[in-house]
């Protein structure tokens, strides 16, 4: 047996930050502000229905493309609010979560040599996946203060290797909503260079200054664009991993390939669950915009009056900082030695990067808690200063 049975273009990935860090949390008894969960369930009707549908026999496997009832919420859901008109049969897929949403696309669309442009700093999973597709990744950072997407460093990411950019909007971890200009942008460079855009849109009502756009509205980009959402974030129920993917059937159709190869279905009395989620009324988006809002400017204030440089958030549930006013540079050494000096957890940016040094002194804390434990971790973290 190889000492190392890995193949080699995987072994950079390692054990997720993520894993790390709530380890570390679990073992020092502190506060996980790292991994993006809530503290607090979703509404008690949600959790009703998936109840109910246990006690119905709704345990067995579901339909290959998700249960009929999900699929029309979603295609009721995007018309809705996007006004995007979905044949629920053909043009929407569930999967277990957004995660292998994107890993799916990945395997179907990614060939061995092809470049992935993405947008860095990037969720974990996405350098993955498109390196388990064989595939490479090319970035374009946004970078501190404003995390903007540069335009010219977009056009300039694309070669002839170019098959797809790998999009996030809301974007984790910046917290960036890409305004309609910069949508633009990327459509235009799609288009031109006949590129398949994938947007991972998990955040799309988690967005508190700005509008939420999804690019597959933008005239030319319907064809080409393959969207990507979740029940977990917008409904607090992260451990469900009820997910999707929507767009034209021939997309929807080559992820469906993969997929039914991966899980093949998953959480067969969640998924009418999650329907019943999706029809909620205005007032629950309403609701939950401004008590994460509320939130996000509670440890916003918090951490800047510790010391720490705030870039305050768009969009998502995490708020980004730079540990350089404290007197580190290095990240990672930071949130290391955080459980033992403060009681609490969170994730450095550099991990989410190719170009380490761009995200070097940067920090995520995650919002998404009651306020009592947003309100005790900024107590624990005064004893840094």
């Not at 696309?105 to 470049?115: F, H, N, Q, Y």
């Not at 969170?346 to 940067?362: E, Q």
Request: hydrophobic share 45%; proline share 6%; net charge negative.
């Amino acid at each position: 047996m190889p000492a190392n049975p890995l193949v080699p273009r995987l072994r950079g990935l390692g054990t997720t930050i993520f894993a790390e860090m709530s380890a570390l949390a679990l073992a020092t008894g502190s506060i996980n502000l790292g991994q993006g969960f809530p503290d607090v369930d979703g509404p008690d009707q949600i959790k009703q229905v998936a109840v109910d549908a246990i006690w119905a026999g709704r345990n067995q496997y579901p339909p290959g493309i998700g249960v009929p009832e999900l699929r029309l919420a979603i295609a009721h859901h995007q018309q809705r609010f996007y006004g995007i008109d979905l044949d629920a049969d053909s043009q929407v897929l569930v999967t277990a979560g957004a995660t292998e949403a994107v890993a799916a696309a990945m395997l179907a669309m990614v060939d061995t040599g092809d470049e992935v442009i993405a947008l860095e700093p990037y969720y974990d999973s996405y350098a993955a996946s498109i390196v388990m597709a064989g595939g490479f990744r090319v970035p374009v950072t946004l970078r501190a203060p404003d995390f903007r997407l540069d335009v010219d460093r977009l056009r300039a990411a694309v070669t002839p290797r170019t098959k797809l950019i790998l999009l996030n909007s809301p974007h984790n971890p910046t917290g960036t909503v890409l305004n309609l200009a910069e949508l633009q942008a990327v459509a235009d460079v799609a288009i031109e260079h006949d590129l398949i855009v994938v947007t991972d849109e998990v955040y799309e009502h988690l967005v508190y200054d700005g509008l939420h756009t999804p690019i597959s509205t933008l005239p030319g980009m319907w064809e080409r664009t393959l969207t990507i959402s979740s029940g977990g974030k917008t409904f607090a129920f992260t451990g469900w991993k009820v997910g999707w993917a929507t767009g034209p059937a021939e997309l929807v159709g080559a992820v469906r390939t993969t997929k039914q190869f991966l899980t093949y279905v998953n959480a067969a009395p969640l998924q009418p669950a999650i329907a019943v989620g999706l029809s909620l009324g205005d007032d629950y988006y309403a609701t939950l915009v401004a008590d994460l809002r509320r939130k996000r400017d509670l440890l916003c204030a918090g951490l800047a009056d510790v010391g720490f440089r705030v870039y305050r958030p768009a969009g998502t549930y995490f708020v980004t900082t730079d540990v350089t006013p404290l007197g580190y540079d290095d990240g990672v050494a930071f949130c290391r030695e955080l459980p033992k000096r403060a009681g609490v957890v969170a994730i450095p940016h550099s991990v989410f990067y190719d170009n380490v040094d761009a995200g070097r002194s940067l920090v995520r804390f995650a919002f998404c808690k009651r306020d009592d434990v947003l309100h005790d971790a900024v107590d624990r973290l005064h004893k840094l200063t």
